[in-house]
Antibody, heavy 116, light 106 residues
């Protein structure tokens, strides 16, 4: 059974960075790209980008190119997203999700709160 | 970038009603349109991929149609457990979600 287990909630100061993890199990980690999606409070969904764990290649939505950095550790089957220069606009729930014939598998989401 | 216009934003219907939700793309996205259901506090759940392919385990009352720029999600007979927010997603060029439709029972 495919599972994506994300790390717990984070609180970040304005201007700082946070790093969220997504541990994959139930499939070969390097076989599928991992996507990240943002959901602001009471708002819709925004695609941030994806990483191919096998090659480390990435693609980002234009809006997130300077905000997010995607990495992956194949030894632990874990994908990461680092969010930098935090502002109140970054307060949101972040999801990892695997795409194959749709986003069939999602992590449970990680709430990031930006607060001084 | 491709923009997705989803309508209506809010929908109230009775149990047993036929419900339709629409998404319009700013340019041709061929068949590359998915539908998701999100209940409060949960991750989105895939319903339909590539316009009209029903994801495993999804009830047959859900169906999708359309092509090019105009797409529709239909619930043939609304059930109480269908209360949720529904999103479309285009994956023809990058990925763009619609703004969502909140569905409630009248």
């Amino acid at each position: 059974e495919v599972q994506l287990q994300q790390s717990g909630p984070e609180v970040g100061r304005p201007g700082s960075s946070v790093k969220i993890s997504c541990k994959a199990s139930g499939y070969t980690f390097t076989d599928y790209v991992m996507n990240w999606v943002k959901q602001s409070p009471g708002q819709g969904l925004e695609w941030i980008g994806w990483i191919d764990p096998e090659y480390g290649s990435t693609d980002y939505a234009e809006k997130f190119k300077k905000k997010a950095t995607l990495t992956a550790d194949t030894s632990s089957s874990t994908a990461y997203i680092q969010l930098s220069s935090l502002t109140s606009e970054d307060t949101a729930t972040y999801f990892c999700a695997q795409y194959y014939d749709g986003f069939a598998y999602w992590g449970q989401g990680t709430l990031v709160t930006v607060s001084s | 970038d491709i923009q997705m216009t989803q309508s209506p934003s809010f929908l109230s219907a009775s149990v047993g009603d036929r419900v339709t939700i629409n998404c319009k793309a700013s340019q041709n996205i061929n068949k590359y349109l998915d539908w998701y259901q999100q209940k409060l506090g949960e991750a989105p759940k895939l319903l339909i991929y590539n316009t009209n392919s029903l994801h495993t385990g999804i009830p047959s009352r859900f169906s999708g149609s359309g092509s090019g720029t105009d797409f529709t999600l239909t619930i043939s007979s609304l059930q109480p457990e269908d209360v949720a927010t529904y999103f479309c997603l285009q994956h023809n060029s990058g990925l763009t979600f619609g703004s969502g439709t909140k569905l409630e029972i009248k």
